[in-house]
C-alpha cells in the first residue's frame, strides 16, 4: 500500500510565527509550530513528521505531496551534497535549517518514498487540507492558543512538536532565509523567493553545473543565458559543451539585489557576483513556474563597469 499524503509549512511573516503539517485524511493527520520560524522550516518539520509519524510502517511507501520545489530539493537532489561537504554549500556557507535536515537524513534512511510537486492554493485537496492546518498552527502560536495538533497517523506515535500543540524553539537560530530585496511582492503566504533562491544557488553548484543530468532538471526547455563575454547559450548548447569535457564559466557568491514576481508564473532574481579570474557580474535570472515547477528560463550576465 502507498501512503499519500500533503507537506507544508506556513509563517506569517516569515520568519514569524510558524507552522506545519501533514495531512492524509481526517482520521491522519497531524500539525505544530514554533512561536518564531520561517516558511522553509516548516515545510521541511512537516515531511518530517510525515516519516516520524508513519515509521511503524516502514514497508509502505510514501508520495509527499509538496508545493514547496525547496523542500523536495533538498531532500531529493541537494542533501547528499550538504552532506558530504560537512553541510556546507559549495560557496562554504552552512546550510540552513541543517539540524532538521540532519534529522531527515536519519529518517528517510531504508524508507521507500516518492515526492510530486503541486501548485499550492490551486484547489488541491490535500494540499490545502494541510495548508490550512499549517496555517492554523502558526496562528495559534501568533495568538497564544493552543495548536490542535490533529490525531497522527492511526498506529503511530504522536510527533513531540504536536503533542500539546505547543513546540519548543526552533531547533536552529532563525534568520530571514533570503536578503530579499524591498521590491519584493508576493500574494500572502507566497515562499517563490526563497525557492527561486535556492534553485538558483543549486545551479551555480560546480558539481551540479559539470553534470548535463543534473543541470538540465534546472532549466526550461526553452532556456536561453547571455554570457558575460555577448555569447549565447541554450540547452542543446550546454548540453554539448558539457559532453565534449569542457566546463561552464565559473560562479561566484550571490549578492541579491532584488527579487521580484513579475506574474504568478514569472520571478525575476538580480543580483551581483564575483567569479574568480574575472570582474564582477550582475546577473539577471528568470525563472517560469509550469507543470513541472520553477523552471530557468532566460539569464544574462553583464560585468559591471566601474562607476
Not at 497522527?152 to 532565509?177: C, D, I, K, L, N
Not at 548548447?237 to 559532453?243: A, D, R, V
Amino acid at each position: 500500500m502507498t501512503i499519500i499524503a500533503a507537506a507544508d509549512g506556513s509563517a506569517l511573516g516569515n520568519p514569524g510565527p510558524a507552522g506545519w503539517a501533514w495531512y492524509v485524511d481526517e482520521a491522519n493527520w497531524a500539525a505544530g509550530g514554533w512561536d518564531h520560524g520561517t516558511n522553509n522550516m516548516g515545510e521541511l518539520q512537516a515531511v518530517l513528521e510525515l516519516f516520524r509519524s508513519t515509521a511503524h510502517l516502514p514497508d509502505e511507501e510514501l508520495k509527499i505531496l509538496c508545493d514547496s520545489q525547496y523542500a523536495i530539493n533538498c531532500i531529493s537532489k541537494w542533501m547528499p551534497g550538504w552532506k558530504k561537504r560537512g553541510w556546507k554549500k559549495a560557496d562554504g556557507k552552512q546550510v540552513l535549517n541543517q539540524d532538521i535536515l540532519k534529522e531527515l537524513d536519519a529518517a528517510i534512511q531504508g524508507r521507500k518514498y516518492t515526492f510530486e510537486w503541486v501548485k499550492g492554493h490551486a484547489g488541491h485537496e490535500l494540499n490545502e487540507a494541510a495548508d490550512d492546518r499549517a496555517r492554523a498552527a502558526a496562528t495559534a502560536h501568533q495568538q497564544g492558543t493552543a495548536v490542535d495538533a490533529g490525531p497522527g497517523y492511526a498506529g503511530g506515535a504522536r510527533p513531540a512538536a504536536a503533542a500539546g500543540g505547543t513546540a519548543a524553539a526552533p531547533p536552529v537560530p532563525v534568520a530571514p532565509e533570503v536578503p530579499i530585496a524591498a521590491e519584493v511582492h508576493a500574494e500572502p503566504g507566497a515562499d517563490f523567493a526563497a525557492t527561486v533562491y535556492e534553485l538558483e544557488l543549486g545551479f551555480l553548484d560546480p558539481q551540479i553545473r559539470s553534470s548535463f543530468t543534473e543541470l538540465k532538471d534546472f532549466l526550461h526547455p526553452s532556456y536561453q543565458e547571455v554570457t558575460r563575454h555577448g555569447g549565447l547559450l541554450d540547452v542543446a548548447t550546454i548540453g554539448s559543451l558539457l559532453s565534449a569535457g569542457s566546463s561552464l564559466p565559473g560562479t561566484g557568491q550571490m549578492q541579491v539585489l532584488a527579487t521580484r514576481q513579475i506574474s504568478r508564473e514569472m520571478v525575476l532574481l538580480a543580483y551581483r557576483m564575483k567569479p574568480a579570474g574575472t570582474g564582477t557580474l550582475i546577473v539577471s535570472s528568470w525563472w517560469q513556474l509550469g507543470a513541472s515547477g520553477w523552471k530557468l528560463r532566460f539569464r544574462q550576465e553583464t560585468i559591471e563597469q566601474p562607476a
